[in-house]
Each structure stands twice: as structure tokens, then as C-alpha cells.
């Protein structure tokens, strides 16, 4: 509850600006086995769960995306960076996230993007402890709430049983990662983050219109990498004219890419079938069955191999693939409303406010005439024999 007349506190502790990424799903990154989180229905009711440990680093991660600065993961789930006049933008940061987050997606954890609406400003303490001073979005506010023990019942349950991630869980994703996203310079790692965390979240049009722009993006580094850079000058002149028409639309190096047994043949039906979900949805606004989608990121994950092959980086795409086996999390929450409830899937229920027209809702209420809903009756005009 909000004081009107804080008491003083002592002299402060060192602090430091800092950029905050609130993650759009909870979860908790902790430092080990021992590191835990137990909140029970009581504390998330009430707000008195150990919120002081939802403001607490748990660990730096080294990178080399954030000159040269360490990436903190906060028990809450946040992401740290120090806020410096090397990010000049909300854009800036965002990328420097995203290139993190990338490396943890191909190394098998299952994360989403950062976008500008998910930043906060803060403080970093010396003693190794965080503040949200100004969320930008929801999901920062949200982050901000749980710190302090503000959020209310209803959004705090998503504290009970968060998916945790330890330290050494982090460490090994991004190892295998962040090779794999070096040897792709020109791909976008929020567009990789998106397709995958959209076909998680069953938002199949999302994940393929994502999906495919990171295909043409893998088609674009297989031309210049598999193809263009492994001719001598000689070959690439003689062949110019012909190159130049080829490499007027992803298509053409598409085909020009299996006819040189530089691409699969199972991989080139994969690509097709995913481009002609995604052109039916451009053009005639088809959606996307959740297979079209899933062939769209299966062709990323085996382009990405076919690149890293070529350039002799380890990457396996199974340990990809596995991460839309994983759904998101949203809660432990049940909501919604059903006629014959099984009572032994929630692990938890809490009543709602009735509305008028509802049994159990009594009192006064506002009565307009014109927003009122009558029943229209219409004769059975079914053909009888």
C-alpha cells in the first residue's frame, strides 16, 4: 500500500543505469538446483511471497553483442544491460536482446522476442540487486508488480510454478547458439525468435509470414555463401547474365540451388509447400494449417544446417525443433466456462463477480434501454415430407 509519508532510509548503495526486458511469459532463471522458488496460493494472494528475490541477479551471462558488457538474467526472468550512449535507441537495445535470445532459441531453450514495449529503465546495485523505475509496456509493469508485491491475486498466480532454468542450462544454449547465429550475419534474430514463439503460441498466420522471411533470408546466405563464393571469377563472369536473371526472386534460387544438389530435394518439397501456404495467405488470405507452418520452420532449421556444414559450425536441428514441442506456459490459471467442469484438472479456482442476468448477482444496476438484447423467434422452415 502506498505510504504518504515514507519513512528516510539510510545513505544508498552504489547503483547504475540500466535497460530491463521484461519477458512476456514467466519464468525464473535461477543459479542452481539449491536456487529455488516456492510460492504458495496463501503468498500470491496476499503479495507477501519473497519478492526481494524477484529483484535479485542470478547470474551474468558473457556476450559479445552488448560491447563487450556481461548480459544479467534476473530470478524473475529479466534481462539486464547496462544503459550506455552506445544504445542510442529503444531499437538498439532491442537488438542487443534479441541477438542473446536468438543464441538460447538454436541452443534449445524455448524464449520469445523482446520488442521496444517490453524495455524498462532501471537501476543495477552494487549488491547485485534490481529495480524497475519506468516500464515501457504491460509486460514491464507486470515485472514491476511482482517485484513489489503489487500485483494482485488474479496475475500473481502466474508465480506458482514458473518454468526455472538454471544457470548452467543458459550457458550450454547459448554456446551451442551463438556460433550458429555468427556464421548467419544478415539473418534478423527477432524474425527467427517470432516464427518460433508464434507457432508455440498456435498463432499459425504470425508464424508463417515470420518463418518464411527467415527462409528467404537462409536462401539469400546459401546463393552467396554455397553458390557465388564457390565459383572463380572466370566461371561467375562467363555465367553473369544467366546469374542475374536467376537472382531476381528467392524462387529462381531456390531452383537454382536444388539443380546444383546444393539443397536436399526433401528439403526443396518442404520450402515449396511452406511458400505456397505463405502466398495463398498473402494473396487470397488462406490460413495456414499448423503443418504448412511447422514444414516453414523445419526448412529454416535445415537450411541453418546446410549452412553450418558449409562452413563447418556444429549445429543440430533437432535441439531447434524441440522448442515448439514446448509450449509457452501462461499460467497455472484455468479460465473460461464450461457446462460439465472436471473439477480435477485446476489446481486452483477462485469465484467471479456475477453480472446482471446471472443467478447469483443481486443489487442495483445501471439499466439502459438501448444496449438491452431480446430474443428473435423464427419458424422452423425445414422441408417436410
Known amino acids: 500500500?502506498?505510504?504518504k509519508h515514507p519513512q528516510p532510509y539510510g545513505p544508498p548503495a552504489l547503483q547504475f543505469p540500466v535497460i530491463i526486458a521484461a519477458p512476456v511469459s514467466t519464468r525464473i532463471y535461477a543459479r542452481d538446483e539449491g536456487d529455488t522458488w516456492a510460492a504458495t496460493i496463501e503468498q500470491t494472494n496476499s503479495g507477501t511471497y519473497d519478492s526481494l528475490k524477484l529483484k535479485r541477479i542470478s547470474f551474468y551471462l558473457g556476450t559479445s553483442s552488448i560491447h563487450g558488457s556481461p548480459m544479467g538474467f534476473g530470478f524473475d526472468g529479466s534481462l539486464i544491460i547496462p544503459r550506455d550512449q552506445e544504445l542510442g535507441s529503444a531499437d538498439d537495445a532491442v537488438d542487443s536482446f534479441n541477438k542473446v535470445m536468438a543464441s538460447l532459441l538454436i541452443g534449445g531453450i524455448p524464449v520469445e522476442q523482446v520488442s521496444a514495449s517490453d524495455l524498462a529503465f532501471g537501476v543495477l546495485g552494487a549488491t547485485g540487486y534490481y529495480r524497475y523505475h519506468q516500464p515501457l509496456g504491460p509486460s514491464a509493469l507486470l515485472r514491476q508488480a511482482f517485484g513489489e508485491g503489487a500485483a494482485g491475486s488474479m496475475l500473481a498466480i502466474d508465480l506458482i510454478n514458473p518454468?526455472?532454468?538454471?544457470r548452467v542450462e543458459v550457458e550450454k544454449a547459448f554456446e551451442r547458439g551463438q556460433p550458429v547465429l555468427d556464421a548467419l550475419p544478415s539473418l534478423r534474430p527477432e524474425f527467427l525468435l517470432m516464427s518460433f514463439?508464434?507457432?508455440?503460441?498456435?498463432?499459425?498466420r504470425n508464424a508463417l509470414i515470420y518463418g518464411w522471411l527467415v527462409v528467404e533470408q537462409l536462401i539469400d546466405i546459401s546463393w552467396n555463401f554455397l553458390f557465388l563464393d564457390a565459383m572463380n571469377n572466370s566461371m561467375r563472369q562467363a555465367r553473369e547474365s544467366s546469374l542475374k536473371h536467376v537472382a531476381r526472386n528467392v524462387s529462381g534460387k531456390i531452383e537454382f540451388l536444388v539443380q546444383s544438389d546444393l539443397l536436399e530435394r526433401s528439403m526443396y518439397l518442404h520450402i515449396q509447400k511452406a511458400r505456397k501456404a505463405r502466398n495463398e495467405l498473402i494473396h487470397s488470405g488462406a490460413a495456414p494449417s499448423r503443418n504448412d507452418v511447422y514444414f516453414c520452420l523445419r526448412s529454416v532449421?535445415?537450411?541453418?544446417?546446410?549452412?553450418?556444414?558449409a562452413k563447418a559450425v556444429a549445429f543440430e536441428p533437432s535441439i531447434l525443433l524441440t522448442t515448439i514441442a514446448k509450449r509457452r506456459s501462461k499460467s497455472s490459471q484455468v479460465s473460461g466456462v464450461t457446462s460439465n467442469p472436471d473439477w480435477?484438472?485446476?489446481g486452483f479456482w477462485r469465484p467471479i463477480k456475477p453480472i446482471p442476468g446471472e443467478v447469483h448477482f443481486?443489487?442495483?444496476?445501471?439499466?439502459?434501454?438501448?444496449?438491452c438484447?431480446?430474443?428473435v423467434y423464427r419458424e422452423d422452415k425445414s422441408i417436410s415430407d
Not at 163 to 166: K, Q, R, V
Not at 301 to 309: E, F, K, Q, S
Not at 362 to 371: A, L, T
Open 197 to 204: 514463439s508464434y507457432y508455440r503460441n498456435a498463432e499459425y
Open 163 to 166: 518454468p526455472t532454468f538454471h
Open 301 to 309: 532449421a535445415h537450411l541453418v544446417a546446410t549452412i553450418c556444414r
Open 1 to 3: 500500500m502506498a505510504s
Open 373 to 375: 438484447l431480446s430474443p
Open 362 to 371: 443481486s443489487g442495483d444496476y445501471e439499466q439502459i434501454r438501448d444496449i
Open 344 to 346: 480435477s484438472k485446476p
